[in-house]
């Protein structure tokens, strides 16, 4: 098993990898079986206890035994580990850990003494990774077509920075097509109109508009909390012989040839005439047919130009991570093969990323980027926030449909995520004000042994924090880190509301500053980590609401 971190459930994992090692040189366990798949989490069940391993149900059948009779032999060791209270196996062979109240007291001191840094990890080992998001042709201001797959880029590059990752945010500049000729022809008639020359109606196909260029797009997503490290030009890719240069590189690994495609599905062979084509043995890395480098006038096709620029890309880093609209599926496969050639490994993950329906009160507003009517993404940033349409965006997984009410995004309601975390950050820093003001003689330190079983049930759905972040940064899913923090307010919120029927269980008591001073520093405890992982989101933790 690899962990990367000292966190509470990487010590408890290194220290079953210590019994199993130990179970390999009795003899009792054949040596050399791989252990990834051991695992060492929080049960399903919260009642079943605190932790829970899988190693006896993974490992038993390569060492030659059944889950049951291995878990026997890890039970009682694990069991006379210090802070363990009882392992007892379940089922067919799983085994749940009871640990003392001590371990959780001791975690939310941990939490609270490392404050920020708590959750950030060294699991990424200053890997490089290239995250490319966004990446609109620079035909005009960022519109909310853009906007999601600016947040889901965004906050993907802060989680794997936060796990340990050496991140560069790029944007690749489309400004060597068809779409950018015809940006400069607007800009042209705009400029002589500008003259006082009379130009009539802008052409069929012309944009109406002189679009705002890169810089235009730059302040747009920095209205979004949105900044990249670099952005590359397609035009200076392609002008820079990248292109020759990668594919004499494919041609040395014998994947370039000159032949002929199929016809394209779904249209008639008559009206199809084969044409002999330098093609990329893509089918060799799993597409469904090899690609075309070059068109029949000679020049270079789009693929080939991506395939130069992803190279490029390679040469400054180790794994690439591109995220684009839903409407680039067809070209996943292709790039994909393009890279693991080059790499010659695996070495691009694409997220794709799909639209936003934009509702108004649960009427659909439409958009139009050809009539200029569409809306825009500062527009819908000045209407609700930056906050809100960033945390809105990451509260479905990055390929799921989603629609963006703005009436429904700023509901003060716990129907509405967005709300009830910062709300429950928000509660928290008031507490926090109020307990300094009204509770006299507020110990300095707090006494954990006051803490009933109700409120280390919520400090051990914190400490999974930084095993979120982990898992989150390994499947390149930001999302999860919103859905966690909308359970771990809800769990807050509720323990909270106890105080509503029994006085006794608020969290401020101002005759009794030292369950107030134990209480505090649960709640200080949860509101670090709501604040680590909003920070994650590139969200503000509300201080008031």
């Not at 042709?137 to 936060?162: F, I, K, Q, W, Y």
């Not at 919103?482 to 101002?510: E, I, M, Q």
């Amino acid at each position: 098993m690899e962990q990367a971190d000292v966190t509470l459930y990487a010590r408890f994992a290194a220290h079953l990898d210590d019994i199993l090692t130990a179970l390999e040189a009795e003899g009792l366990l054949a040596p050399g079986i791989d252990r990834k798949p051991v695992a060492v989490e929080p049960p399903r069940d919260p009642s079943h206890g605190d932790l829970a391993t899988n190693a006896a149900m993974v490992l038993a059948k390569k060492a030659g035994t059944n889950p049951r009779a291995l878990a026997e032999l890890l039970a009682p060791r694990l069991e006379a580990m210090d802070d363990v209270v009882s392992a007892e196996i379940a089922g067919p062979g799983f085994i749940n850990i009871r640990l003392d109240r001590d371990v959780w007291r001791d975690e939310l001191a941990a939490i609270v003494a490392e404050g920020h840094a708590y959750g950030r990890s060294t699991l990424g080992q200053g890997q490089r990774v290239n995250v490319e998001y966004v990446s609109a042709n620079p035909t005009g201001p960022m519109h909310m077509g853009h906007c999601r797959g600016a947040v889901v880029g965004d906050a993907l590059a802060s989680l794997l920075e936060h796990a340990g990752y050496a991140v560069t945010r790029e944007y690749y500049v489309n400004d060597a097509g068809a779409q950018v000729d015809v940006l400069a022809r607007s800009a042209y008639l705009r400029y002589l109109e500008a003259l006082g020359r009379q130009i009539g109606e802008i052409p069929e196909g012309l944009y109406r508009t002189v679009a705002a260029m890169i810089e235009l797009i730059k302040a747009d997503l920095a209205t979004l909390g949105v900044h990249h490290d670099l952005f590359a030009s397609e035009r200076e890719v392609q002008e820079s012989g990248a292109v020759d240069r990668a594919f004499e590189i494919l041609a040395e690994k014998g994947l370039v040839y000159t032949g002929t495609l199929p016809p394209p599905k779904g249209k008639p062979a008559e009206d199809w005439e084969p044409s002999e084509l330098l093609l990329f043995r893509s089918t060799a890395f799993g597409d469904d047919q090899d690609r075309p480098i070059r068109k029949l006038d000679g020049s270079w096709t789009y693929f080939a130009a991506d395939t130069a620029y992803h190279m490029q890309k390679l040469e400054k880093s180790d794994e690439l991570i591109n995220v684009w609209g839903a409407d680039h599926t067809g070209t996943v496969k292709r790039t994909q093969a393009a890279v693991q050639a080059l790499a010659g490994r695996p070495a691009l993950d694409v997220k794709l990323v799909q639209m936003v329906r934009l509702l108004r009160g649960g009427e659909l507003v439409k958009m139009s980027k050809r009539s200029g009517s569409f809306v825009t993404l500062a527009e819908v940033v000045e209407e609700v926030g930056k906050d809100v349409v960033r945390f809105t965006m990451l509260t479905r997984k990055n390929d799921a449909q989603m629609d963006f009410d703005f009436a429904k995004v700023v509901e003060a309601s716990k129907d509405n995520p967005v709300f009830y975390v910062q709300y429950a950050h928000a509660r928290i820093s008031s507490l926090k004000r109020k307990a300094v003001a009204e509770v006299p003689d507020l110990p300095a330190e707090a006494d954990l042994s006051l803490l009933d079983e109700e409120e280390l049930g919520l400090v051990r759905l914190a400490a999974q924090f930084p095993r979120i972040v982990d898992s989150a940064a390994l499947a390149h899913e930001p999302h999860r880190i919103a859905f966690y923090l909308g359970d771990l307010a809800a769990a807050f919120h509720a323990l909270w509301n106890r105080g509503n029927d029994d006085p006794s269980r608020r969290f401020l008591l101002v005759h009794n500053p030292l369950l107030t001073r134990a209480r505090l520093e649960l709640a200080s405890g949860i509101g670090q980590i709501l604040a680590n992982g909003l920070a994650i989101m590139g969200v503000a933790a509300a201080e008031e609401m």
